[in-house]
C-alpha cells in the first residue's frame, strides 16, 4: 500500500491535529521519499515508519511535538539534518539496519537537545573501533544508545519519557469514553422502556375506566327495563280497581230499589 494511502486509512475519520501517534511500517515510499505526511499533523508525538523503503528524510514535515522516531529497515545514509530542523522535541530515535558508516553522518542529531536515545543496530558504523564511546562523545545529551547507557546498564524500556504509557493512557481514556456512551444510550433505552411502560399503565387504566363505564351503562339499563315492567303491570292494576268500582256501585243501586 502506498504511504499515502496509509496515512489516510491511519486518519480513520479523523482530522491530521488530532493525531498524537501514527503507525505506518511495512508501506510503500514514492521513491525513498516520504509523502502525503503534511505539517496539519501538528500535536503528533509518535510516528513509526519502519520497512517503508526510504533513503532520505529531508521532505519531513514540521512536527514540533514529535518525541519518538522509528525509522529501522530503511536505506537512509544521511541527510538528518531534516530531523534537528523539523523535529526539534524529539528524544527518541530508531536509525537501526540502515545504511550508516560514518560517525560525521550523525553530527547533525548535536543540535537535538532533548535527544535521550538512540538505536543504531545493523548499521555500519557500530562495526567502528570504539564505536560505543565515540558515538557518546559525539552526542552527550545521549543516555542509552542502542538500548544501554554508558555503565552498560539495559534501559528500563524503550521509551524512558514514559510516551508509551502516555499514549496508552489516551487510548484507554478514549475506550472510558466510548464506554460511558454506551452507558448513556443504556440508560436512555431503560427511560424509554419506563416511559413506555408507563403509558401502557395508562392506556389500562383508560381500558378500565370504559370498561367501568360500560357496567354503569348496562346497570342503567336494567332500571330502565324495571321501570318499564312496573308500568306495563300499571294499566292492570287499574282495570283491576275500575272493575271494584263498578261492582260497588251496582251494590249501591240494588239497594235503593229495595
Known amino acids: ?25 511495512n508501506c510503500r515510499s514514492d521513491d525513498g521519499k516520504i509523502t502525503g505526511l503534511t505539517a496539519d499533523f501538528e500535536n503528533l508525538e509518535f510516528l513509526s515508519m519502519i520497512n517503508v523503503n526510504l533513503l532520505s528524510v529531508s521532505n519531513l514535515p514540521k512536527l514540533n511535538k514529535l518525541r519518538k522516531l522509528e525509522l529501522s529497515d530503511n536505506r537512509i545514509s544521511g541527510g538528518l539534518e531534516a530531523l534537528a530542523e523539523k523535529c526539534p522535541s524529539l528524544t527518541h530515535l530508531n536509525l537501526s539496519g540502515n545504511k550508516i558508516k560514518d560517525l560525521s553522518t550523525l553530527d547533525p542529531l548535536k543540535k537535538l ?49 514514559g510516551l508509551d504509557d502516555d499514549l496508552d493512557d489516551e487510548d484507554e481514556d478514549e475506550e472510558g469514553e466510548e464506554e460511558d456512551e454506551d452507558d448513556e444510550e443504556e440508560e436512555d433505552c431503560d427511560e424509554d422502556g419506563v416511559v413506555d411502560e408507563g403509558l401502557d399503565d395508562e392506556d389500562d387504566d383508560d381500558e378500565g375506566a ?18 318499564e315492567v312496573v308500568d306495563d303491570a300499571a294499566p292492570g292494576q287499574k282495570r283491576k280497581r275500575d272493575v271494584e268500582d263498578d261492582g260497588e256501585e251496582e251494590d249501591e243501586e240494588e239497594e235503593d230499589d229495595e
Do not use: H, W
Open 1 to 25: 500500500m502506498e504511504m499515502k494511502k496509509r496515512i489516510n486509512l491511519e486518519l480513520r475519520n479523523r482530522k491530521p491535529a488530532e493525531v498524537k501517534e501514527l503507525v505506518l511500517d
Open 113 to 161: 537537545p532533548s535527544l535521550n536515545s538512540v538505536d543504531l543496530f545493523n548499521c555500519e558504523v557500530t562495526m567502528l573501533m570504539d564505536y560505543r564511546e565515540s558515538v557518546l562523545e559525539l552526542l552527550p545529551q545521549l543516555t542509552y544508545l542502542d538500548g544501554f547507557d554508558a555503565d552498560d546498564q539495559e534501559a528500563p524500556d524503550s521509551d524512558p519519557e
Open 210 to 227: 370504559e370498561e367501568e363505564e360500560d357496567d354503569d351503562d348496562e346497570d342503567e339499563d336494567d332500571d330502565d327495563s324495571e321501570d
